[in-house]
């Protein structure tokens, strides 16, 4: 096995407390244990998921959910590394669109799903 060869950055500052570096890690962990849920989800909206009565609407929204997972997965590590590297530079951490957008689609997906369900209950 090779040398893992860190980022250039890391060599900046002065090394965080190993308690913070691991509390950011758990973080990112999280994050992508919910791209990994939101990716489950548009799985299981596509195949145990009866069909919509609105045509596509149920592919859509599994779209939706696929695609934020993505994201949400691919952004993870570039959010880590901004945290560590404030962290290394005693900056403030920086602010992050990754919490708004995920609970953004969540909330919608859910809307849509309730939606669904209340008028097919008719």
Do not use: H, K
Request: no cysteine; charged share 15%.
């Amino acid at each position: 096995m090779g040398v893992v060869r860190q980022p250039r950055w890391y060599e900046e500052g002065e090394e965080p407390d190993y308690r913070f570096t691991l509390a950011n890690e758990r973080t990112f962990l999280a994050w992508l244990r919910t791209a990994l849920a939101l990716t489950a989800g548009a799985v299981g909206l596509t195949q145990l998921v009866p069909a919509f009565p609105s045509a596509g609407l149920r592919t859509g929204l599994a779209a939706l959910l696929a695609v934020t997972g993505t994201l949400l997965a691919t952004f993870a590590y570039r959010r880590w590394a901004r945290v560590q590297r404030a962290m290394r530079n005693s900056r403030p951490l920086p602010a992050d669109r990754l919490p708004a957008l995920a609970g953004g689609v969540a909330a919608l997906v859910g809307a849509v799903v309730l939606i669904v369900v209340l008028v097919s209950a008719r």
